[in-house]
């Protein structure tokens, strides 16, 4: 599906680039401590969110993160949505180390500007 690159588009290339940015740099090679996963998530999703807001692109973002301790199941994760297929997007990032399991999504859901002078 291609669109315009006008500025205004979710470049799914720099949000999976940020995504992959906060995880490790949250996670490292830390190893799964269940008193920790709160402090965790909420640092990925507040650095992913930072980031995203400083893109200062036309969207409301919705990041969700699940950390699971890695012991041989498998983890599934799935979503439907229901939106624009021009403009909207969602890009998932997994990541794991030696004990940690970790899957990242970004929904980008564009905000209607196509009458900007009606905002203001």
Request: proline letters at 3%.
């Amino acid at each position: 599906m291609d669109f315009q690159d006008d500025g205004a588009d979710f470049n799914t290339t720099d949000v999976e680039q940020i995504v992959k940015n906060a995880i490790p740099t949250c996670l490292g090679e830390s190893l799964y401590n269940g008193k920790k996963i709160n402090d965790w998530i909420n640092n990925i999703v507040d650095s992913c969110l930072k980031e995203l807001l400083a893109l200062n692109k036309p969207f409301k973002y919705i990041i969700t993160c699940n950390i699971t301790q890695k012991n041989g199941a498998g983890m599934t994760t799935a979503s439907s949505q229901y939106w624009d297929g021009n403009k909207d997007r969602m890009v998932t990032v997994f990541f794991e180390n030696a004990t940690i399991n970790c899957c990242v999504t970004v929904y980008g859901v564009a905000v209607n500007i196509d009458n900007p002078p009606e905002m203001e």
